[in-house]
């Protein structure tokens, strides 16, 4: 199965690819979609969503994976920010793809092994389970995180099923 996680962001949205069969993952590809700080919301949104949908088109994940974001700080951020994770969702989607959605701590927590790991253990950890990987950035980082997290949810619900169906 081809999962692609994704790290909502305004300025810098995450991506990454992996395969995944039984306990092995295999990176795919990674990077970071930009959108250019001084455009309107409305044409940084576009930017992004273009971006995200060529890279859709280029890998075509079978399942998708989305970070859910909390900023209670700055209402404006906060709004900004979940106008960019509407494009995370939205893009997906529109491959028809059903999207999981993980908070922070859970990621951290899959990949890790705790829930309130620093950025720098994720990214160690996400090296260590994908080994060569070339990682484009923080965001990327964070992204492939979370298709790892999505794997391993993916790995448990099937046991679970397969489990269930063994009655």
């Not at 060529?54 to 951020?77: C, G, H, I, L, W």
């Not at 900004?80 to 959605?101: C, D, H, N, T, W």
Request: charged share 20%; hydrophobic share 50%.
């Amino acid at each position: 199965m081809r999962v692609i996680g994704i790290d909502p962001g305004l300025r810098n949205l995450g991506w990454g690819v992996i395969d995944f069969e039984g306990p092995r993952m295999r990176h795919i590809a990674n990077g970071i979609c930009r959108s250019q700080p001084d455009a309107t919301l409305a044409a940084r949104l576009l930017d992004l969503h273009m971006q995200l949908t060529r890279v859709m088109t280029a890998y075509a994940p079978d399942s998708a994976a989305v970070e859910q974001t909390f900023v209670n700080k700055d209402a404006v951020a906060t709004l900004k920010l979940g106008s960019a994770r509407g494009i995370a969702l939205l893009v997906p989607a529109q491959a028809g793809l059903e999207v999981g959605e993980y908070a922070p701590n859970a990621v951290k927590k899959a990949v890790v092994g705790v829930g309130k790991a620093a950025k720098e253990q994720v990214e160690h950890m996400v090296r260590m389970q994908l080994p060569g990987v070339v990682i484009a950035g923080p965001d990327a980082a964070d992204a492939l995180a979370i298709a790892i997290c999505h794997a391993f949810h993916c790995q448990s619900a099937r046991s679970i099923a397969m489990a269930g169906g063994m009655r």
